[in-house]
């Protein structure tokens, strides 16, 4: 169990120190890259473009395991069908992604310097997560 949360503290701070360095957790930036139609900021393409390419070959690698390299049980995602709730969650996550610059990773390492607005997010979304669950069952 140490192990598995030592690595989930890991994972989590290399993954904010990205968002961070990458520009992710800066909402004006993020807007400026969802503004296609006006004064578009592309430079948040490159993040993306090396996140896939990480991913990629993170994702083929870990395909052909059954345990992780703290000897846990792999779990990937299963789910291949595009379905009406997974087209609603991307309409509202990209809706609320395009109105205040944030999403769930940005905003939680965030959380200590963006102020007020990003700890109501964060506060908004776990709210939304325990509504979705309270619904689900």
């Known amino acids: 169990m140490f192990k598995k949360n030592l690595s989930a503290l890991f994972a989590g701070l290399l993954f904010g120190i990205g968002l ?3 520009g992710m957790t800066n909402p004006a930036k993020v807007i400026g890259f969802l503004d296609i139609f006006g004064d578009w900021d592309p ?3 490159f993040v993306m473009i ?3 390419g990480v ?3 993170a994702f083929r690698k870990a395909s ?3 345990l992780s ?3 846990e049980q792999m779990q990937l995602p ?3 069908q595009i379905d009406l709730p997974l087209i609603i969650g991307a309409v509202l996550f990209g809706i609320g992604w395009g109105l205040v610059g944030l999403c769930p990773g940005p905003a939680i390492a965030s959380i200590a310097t963006g102020g007020f607005e990003v700890l109501l997010f964060v506060i908004a979304m776990l709210i ?3 509504i979705y669950r309270l619904l689900k069952r």
């Open 78 to 80: 299963t789910a291949r």
């Open 20 to 22: 961070i360095l990458s």
């Open 128 to 130: 939304g997560m325990a």
């Open 64 to 66: 052909g395991l059954s």
């Open 50 to 52: 090396g996140a896939i």
């Open 69 to 71: 390299l703290i000897k």
């Open 55 to 57: 991913s990629f070959f």
């Open 43 to 45: 430079s948040l393409m």
